[in-house]
């Protein structure tokens, strides 16, 4: 019989959209002695609803069915099965596996530029304006456990970091996105660490793991630099100045950025690096 310490250690990582969650958990499945598996209950009818909705449905209809059978999915299993975007809920399943979370973090200012570029489950048509962007409502998808809708998509970043503050009862770790992506092997090395679980055999992924991501070495340089600033404009900090939750963020050692430091107009324009159509996966 297996020793149980000699088990894989169960780790469940979450994150906001855009903050390299498919990143890490690629580099973290890659290891003997780490399991992300979860609970995931019982299909039931689910694959005859998928196929039958594959078979009727296409374009922005298949994916909003498609997100509908996804949340009916994650309503019926606990917390450590929650969707990775999600805010956490608490509960004994996290106790039951001896389970430990990686929250990942991203400067609220980086995150909602990322989010303008990348607008992952939006239901709304596509805008190329940071400003009119930040000052549109949000249509949450259920599996995040939060209201159905929000004031502002920045709501998404206050709800889910103040939602991982909360998250005392399980061990925990955060990850800034900022560490990770210029040393993704040392930063998740010291979190691995941290849970006295050994990073042999930790590796940097090779290649971008989506189609429109830069190539890593670029990728570092611009971040180092904080290229995102110049996307944003005097207006559009103090806009996202309104918008952010200020006592999470300092939590997390993210400070205010002052809009006189900016100028009148943004020299770069947000691109939808996704499909033409709204709502992507």
Same mark, same amino acid.
């Given at each position: 019989?297996?020793?149980?310490s000699?088990?894989? &250690?169960?780790?469940?990582? #979450?994150?906001? +959209? /855009?903050?390299?969650?498919? *990143?890490?958990?690629?580099? !973290?499945?890659?290891?003997?002695?780490?399991?992300?598996?979860?609970?995931?209950?019982?299909?039931?009818?689910?694959?005859?609803?998928?196929?039958?909705? +594959?078979?009727?449905?296409?374009?922005?209809?298949?994916?909003? $069915?498609?997100?509908?059978?996804?949340?009916?999915?994650?309503?019926q299993?606990?917390?450590?099965?929650? @969707?990775?975007?999600?805010? =956490?809920?608490?509960?004994?399943?996290?106790?039951?596996?001896? *389970?430990?979370?990686?929250?990942?973090?991203?400067? =609220?200012?980086?995150?909602?530029?990322?989010?303008?570029?990348? %607008?992952?489950?939006?239901r709304? =048509?596509?805008?190329?304006?940071?400003?009119?962007?930040?000052? &549109? %409502?949000? !249509?949450?998808?259920?599996?995040? /456990?939060?209201a159905?809708?929000?004031?502002? =998509?920045?709501? !998404?970043?206050?709800?889910?970091?103040?939602?991982? +503050?909360?998250?005392?009862?399980? %061990?925990?770790?955060?990850?800034? $996105?900022?560490? #990770?992506?210029?040393?993704?092997?040392?930063?998740?090395?010291?979190?691995?660490?941290? $849970?006295?679980?050994?990073?042999?055999?930790?590796?940097?992924i090779?290649?971008?793991?989506?189609?429109?991501?830069?190539? %890593?070495?670029?990728?570092?340089? #611009?971040? *180092?630099?904080?290229? @995102?600033?110049?996307? #944003?404009?005097?207006?559009?900090?103090?806009?996202? /100045?309104?918008?952010?939750?200020?006592e999470?963020? *300092?939590?997390?050692?993210?400070?205010?950025?002052?809009p006189?430091d900016?100028?009148?107009?943004?020299?770069?324009?947000?691109?939808?690096?996704?499909?033409?159509?709204?709502?992507?996966?």
């Amino acid at each position: 019989m297996t020793n149980p310490s000699e088990q894989p &250690r169960k780790l469940k990582v #979450f994150g906001e +959209r /855009n903050t390299a969650t498919r *990143a890490v958990m690629q580099m !973290l499945r890659a290891l003997d002695q780490v399991s992300l598996s979860m609970p995931r209950g019982e299909a039931g009818d689910r694959d005859r609803m998928e196929a039958h909705i +594959r078979q009727h449905m296409k374009g922005m209809s298949l994916k909003l $069915f498609m997100d509908a059978l996804e949340d009916i999915k994650h309503a019926q299993t606990g917390g450590m099965s929650d @969707w990775k975007h999600a805010a =956490p809920r608490i509960d004994d399943s996290y106790k039951a596996l001896e *389970a430990s979370v990686i929250f990942l973090v991203r400067n =609220p200012y980086s995150w909602i530029w990322s989010l303008a570029e990348h %607008p992952y489950h939006a239901r709304a =048509p596509w805008v190329g304006d940071l400003g009119v962007f930040m000052a &549109r %409502p949000w !249509l949450s998808v259920a599996r995040e /456990n939060i209201a159905p809708i929000l004031y502002s =998509p920045m709501e !998404l970043w206050n709800i889910k970091l103040r939602r991982y +503050r909360s998250f005392s009862a399980v %061990p925990s770790q955060v990850l800034h $996105f900022e560490d #990770f992506v210029q040393a993704p092997v040392k930063s998740l090395s010291a979190i691995l660490r941290g $849970f006295d679980i050994s990073p042999e055999g930790l590796a940097e992924i090779a290649r971008p793991i989506k189609a429109h991501a830069a190539a %890593p070495e670029k990728r570092k340089a #611009f971040y *180092a630099d904080e290229g @995102w600033k110049a996307y #944003f404009c005097a207006d559009t900090i103090a806009q996202a /100045n309104a918008l952010i939750d200020w006592e999470v963020a *300092a939590a997390y050692g993210y400070a205010r950025l002052d809009p006189a430091d900016f100028p009148a107009r943004a020299s770069r324009q947000i691109i939808n690096k996704l499909q033409p159509e709204a709502g992507q996966s």
